[in-house]
């Protein structure tokens, strides 16, 4: 079945404790992106990837890092997570980039909900 | 930077009623638009695009939305609204960023509640 998942589905922190999201998609598809969503602020895009080994940032990239050794995976890493992280998260993929004429869809993951204490 | 505005933060309707939503965006150079809809507990649906061409674009589910440059607008429009079109919808906005990658900014989206 084609799909992204992510991990964990649901965390719990505290403030300054090193976590990841893991990301991973199974349709070979080039462009992969994180986002999150927040009340009233929509989805704000933090990262995304265009292929292996090449990453760039989005509206909300600080307190944020990512990469993409393998086209399969996007771990998204919060070195320091502070409260004003708390947020629904978003991993994406598809096989073209949001602006290639024959885009047509982006596949999300389930999300990821993180509170940070 | 791009930015995208969207102007009502949460529309009611009732059903049969006409609908527009709007949608401005901030960038000088050229830009790709999307709409997308949220479900409620389901993950974002592409509504339509325009990249170029015909500014009036097509999409799912009998929504459409126009292009204006000159007023940097991406109005959706649907001529009737139903009851399961209750949802969030999100304007977004692709620019090029650059060794074949785009960055993709949403607005903060409307909510659109239609009343049988």
């Known amino acids: 079945e084609a799909q992204v998942t992510q991990n964990p589905r649901y965390l719990i922190t505290v403030t300054g404790k090193k976590l990841t999201v893991t990301c991973s998609q199974n349709?070979?598809?080039?462009?992969m992106s994180w986002y999150r969503q927040d009340p009233g602020l929509g989805l704000r895009q933090i990262y995304y990837?265009?292929?292996?080994?090449?990453?760039d940032k989005g509206d909300v990239p600080e307190g944020y890092k990512v990469s993409r050794k393998e086209k399969r995976n996007f771990p998204l890493i919060l070195e320091s997570p502070s409260p004003n992280q708390t947020s629904l998260y978003f991993c994406?993929?598809?096989?073209?980039?949001?602006?290639?004429?024959?885009?047509?869809?982006?596949?999300f993951g389930p999300g990821t909900r993180l509170t940070v204490l | 930077a791009q930015s995208v505005s969207q102007h009502n933060h949460h529309v009611i309707l009732s059903e049969a009623a006409s609908l527009e939503l709007g949608c401005n965006y901030s960038y000088g150079g050229t830009v790709n638009l999307f709409w997308y809809v949220q479900y409620p507990g389901q993950h974002l649906q592409l509504l339509l695009k325009y990249f170029s061409g015909d500014p009036l674009v097509k999409g799912i589910k009998g929504f459409e939305a126009e292009f204006i440059k000159s007023k940097f607008s991406f109005n959706l429009r649907k001529p009737s609204v139903q009851w399961s079109d209750t949802a969030e919808y999100f304007c977004a906005v692709s620019v090029y960023s650059g060794a074949g990658s785009y960055q993709l900014t949403f607005g903060k989206g409307t909510k659109l509640s239609v009343i049988p």
């Open positions: 349709m070979n598809h080039e462009y």
């Open positions: 990837s265009m292929n292996v080994e090449v990453t």
């Open positions: 994406a993929s598809s096989p073209l980039p949001p602006g290639a004429s024959a885009y047509n869809e982006q596949f």
